[in-house]
Each structure stands twice: as C-alpha cells, then as structure tokens.
C-alpha cells in the first residue's frame, strides 16, 4: 500500500516544482498537434473511469485478491463464486451518464474485463460472463446504448491479463502462482486468438468504440502489441489506443499520479507500475515533442467499490488535480467503482457535484485547451486556448499577481468567476494584475487573458 502513499504526495504536489520559465511558444502551439484522431479527446480533458464488476460485492480490490491474497480476505474460491451472486438491481446507464455531464466529464472508460478474465458483456467466447449471473443481461450493451443515444464518447477498458483463461496459465494453480501468465506454453496463442476475437467483437457489437484501454501489467511483449493495433484500426480506424500492450500508440497513462511536468515523446509512462522512465524535461516543450497523456484515479484508494475504503480525496484536491493536469496539456480520468448495486455512492456523487460546479463557471479554462506557456509557477497554472491564456491561481497572491515573459499584447484580464475586467499594467518586463482581496473561488480561481 506504500505505493499510495507516495502516489498520493505526487498527486499534491501543487507548487512544489522550481519556478521556470522557458522560451514562449505561439499560443496557438497546441494547433500543430492537430489530429484528427485525437482531437476529441485533446478538447474533452476530463473523463469518468468506471470499474465495476462481481468483485464490488465483496468490497474488494479488482482482480488483485486472487492475484496478491495476503491482504483482502477473500479466498479465490470465494471471489470466483461471486458472479452466482451479482445482480445490480438499480443499474441504471443514464445515472451513469447523468453524473458525468453533471460532473463535467466528456468521455467514459468501463471495464469490459478485469484481470480477472470476467466479462461484462456477453461474449460468444467464454461462460465466464454477465449473461451468466442472475443479472443476465449485457451491462456493456446497455452502456453503449445509452451512450449513443445521449452523444457520450465510450471507451473500453480490456485486460490483457486474464486470470480465467487457460491459455493465459495453468488455470489449475492459483492466480497467484501465474498472474503474470505463461508465454512459454504452446498454448498461449490460444490465448492471443481469444483476445482477437474478444476484440473484434467489442469492436463491431457495440457501436463507436472511442478507446481500447488495455491494461496489460508487465513484460507487455508477449502480447504481441502491434498486431492488435492493427486489428482496432481495421475493425475502427479512429479507436484510440492507450500504451499498455507494450506500444506506446496513442497516449501515456500515468496510474494515480500526475506529472511535475509536461510529458514528451523520449519519456515513458507505460506499464503497470506507472513508472517514469528518464527525467521529465522542465518549461515547455516544442509541440512536436509533446507526448498525448492521461492521468487516471480513484477517488479514494481502490478501484472497485469498496465500503471500507473512506479515504476520499476532497473535492477540492480533484479541481486541483485537474488544473494541473490540464496545465500540462493532459486529460483527467477519475474512478467511481460502482456499488453492487449499481449506484454511485453519495460520497463520489457529492465529489462529482462539487466538481461540476467549478467547472460550470470555469470550464473554458479547461475544455479545448492545451498546454500553458508558462510552467513551474508556484502561484499559478497556465493554459492555452487560441490567443486568451488562463491563468489558474492555486495560492492567492496578497500583493499584485506579477506575471513575467509574457511576450503577447495583452488586450483585457477578467476573472471568470464574475466576468469582471481586472485593472491591469503591461511593461516590457512584465504583466501586474490587481486581484481583489479575497479568492472568489475557494479551490482555484481563474483569470481569463485576452492576448493580440
Ligand atoms: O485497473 C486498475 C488497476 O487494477 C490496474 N490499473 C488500474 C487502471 C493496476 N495494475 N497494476 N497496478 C494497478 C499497479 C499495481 C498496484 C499494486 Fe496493489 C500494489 C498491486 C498490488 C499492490 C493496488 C494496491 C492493487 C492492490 C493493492
């Protein structure tokens, strides 16, 4: 658990990066990213993760208690026996769809297999699935569905790993002897072949398929990555790909951190460990440089429901945690583990309000928006639309917020939260914005700056 620990200062690390400042980009830097391909999920920004499955009816991590069973109490036989049991009465789509656009979440991400090898939609291909509980019926078809239906992107998430097949390991050992699984057996390309056809069914069953998210923990290698990117981009050729099948494809996915600063292309954050390998660069990259990436986090500390885990960030942590990742030309896919039930608990829909409301007022300061020019600033964050820059002021400033190297003529400065012109000074050297005296936004307070 220590790994959350540090994760969890690295998430709130707000200030803690040296101030600099490096040379300015146009505003319009984020333009010569364009792609196609990705262009709806550069603008969307913020996302709902959701991991759901047998699993929330034990209160339990997914997959990892029959992966690593010291610390869950719960046997593998018992977290097998769970489907007999799931039957999510009040699942309900469009509560789902509901909370995103009240949180102001532009996409969503479900769990269509854990490591756990179970399936949430109704695969042709196993018994291990949905269709088999005494729910019975397709939860990812429903989804899909409701998504279409009310214009919300979908992504599946897919694990490699599959703790259920037994061309994946010898399924008559415990999970937790082989989870990693057994490349060297003949019958691994079983397994390969099960996870094209699983695939290829995600993808022609179930309508726009936005995101494959896979998930695939370590030595990614035997997966054998580039034939099922190939696939996808067969099957759908504007399906985004995460890196975690041993490519880095379409974008990073830094697991329950955020970071210090803007990604780039020589940088790695793939794998389950959520590493970095080599140095972040300080300031601000060329465009061409910048690596596509994606922050994703639980809300408290698991990833599925669980009734023990009270360790909720605060509303206010998550409005932060999305400036910064914004600030640094990222997106933001935050968890709710759904209850067996089928509900968001109250404690994640509170989070969700709370962080709507912000976003309400100050969304253009994160929707459509790309990296800042100005980056590792103690009192602020930057983005970038067009030619209006936005300031997020994370510490109130007592005297005169200054801002310095500002090379664009700047034409007016409001605060979004009143839409009241603020009196400003532009020298040569320097911007001096006059703030009034109190925050007007206890979280982050946004300065909207129309540029020449
Ligand atoms: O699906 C979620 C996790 O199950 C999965 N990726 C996200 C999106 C994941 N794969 N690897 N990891 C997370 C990192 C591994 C963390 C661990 Fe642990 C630390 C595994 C065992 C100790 C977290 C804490 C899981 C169990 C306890």
Redesign the pocket.
């Known amino acids: ?1 220590s ?2 620990i540090l994760n969890r200062r690295q998430f709130l690390n707000v200030g803690l990066a040296a101030a600099s400042v490096s040379f300015l980009p146009s505003f319009a830097a984020g333009e010569s990213l364009a792609d196609e391909r990705t262009a709806w999920f550069r603008a969307a920004k913020f996302g709902m993760f959701i ?1 759901w499955g047998p699993y929330s009816l034990a209160s339990v ?4 208690p029959i992966m ?1 069973p010291d610390s869950w109490g719960i046997s593998e036989t018992d977290y097998r026996a769970l489907p007999k049991r799931f039957n999510p009465t009040k699942w309900d789509p469009d509560h789902f769809i509901d909370m995103a656009r009240i949180a102001g979440q532009k996409y969503m991400v479900f769990t269509t297999k ?2 756990d090898g179970f399936c949430m939609f109704d695969s042709s291909y196993t018994d291990y699935k949905i269709t088999n509980t005494p729910y019975g019926k397709d939860i990812v078809k429903q989804l899909s569905d409701a998504c279409a239906r009310r214009d919300m992107p979908l992504g599946f ?1 897919y694990s490699p790993p599959d703790l259920n097949h037994p061309g994946f390991r010898d399924t008559s050992k415990l999970s937790k002897d082989n989870w990693n699984g057994q490349p060297e057996r003949y019958l691994w390309s079983s397994y390969l072949d099960y996870m094209r056809l699983q695939l290829t069914e995600l993808l022609t069953r179930y309508g726009d398929v936005k995101v494959i998210w896979f ?1 695939g ?1 370590y030595h990614q290698e035997k997966y054998d990555g580039q034939r099922f990117l190939d696939l996808i981009h067969k099957l759908q050729r504007t399906t985004l790909v995460n890196d975690r099948i041993g490519l880095t494809a379409d974008y990073v996915t830094p ?1 329950q951190f955020i970071p210090t600063s803007i990604p780039t292309k020589d940088v790695h954050m793939r794998g ?3 590493s970095i390998q080599k140095e972040l660069r300080t300031g601000v990259p060329p465009a061409a440089d910048f690596q596509l990436w994606e922050t ?1 986090m639980t809300i408290n500390q698991t ?1 599925a429901y669980n009734a023990h885990d009270h360790n909720y960030k605060s509303a206010s942590d998550l409005i932060r945690g999305l400036v910064e990742v914004t600030s640094r030309g990222g997106n933001f896919l935050l968890n709710v583990g759904p209850q067996p039930d089928g509900m968001i608990q109250p404690e994640f829909q509170e989070r969700l309000e709370a962080i709507g409301k912000w976003i309400a007022v100050n969304g253009e300061s994160i929707y459509g928006t790309t990296f800042g020019p100005i980056q590792g600033e103690k009192n602020y964050r930057t983005t970038v639309k067009g030619s209006d820059l936005y300031i997020h002021v994370v510490e109130w400033p007592l005297t005169p917020l200054r801002i310095t190297d500002l090379k664009s003529k700047v034409l007016s400065v409001h605060l979004l939260a009143d839409n009241q012109p603020l009196p400003f000074k532009q020298t040569e050297r320097d911007l001096q914005i006059t703030l009034p005296q109190e925050a007007p936004d206890k979280n982050v307070s946004v300065l909207s700056i129309r540029t020449l």
């Open positions: 658990m790994a959350y991991h991590e997914a997959s990892w690593k854990h490591h998430y998930d923990l697991e389950a460990d959520s994703c990833w």
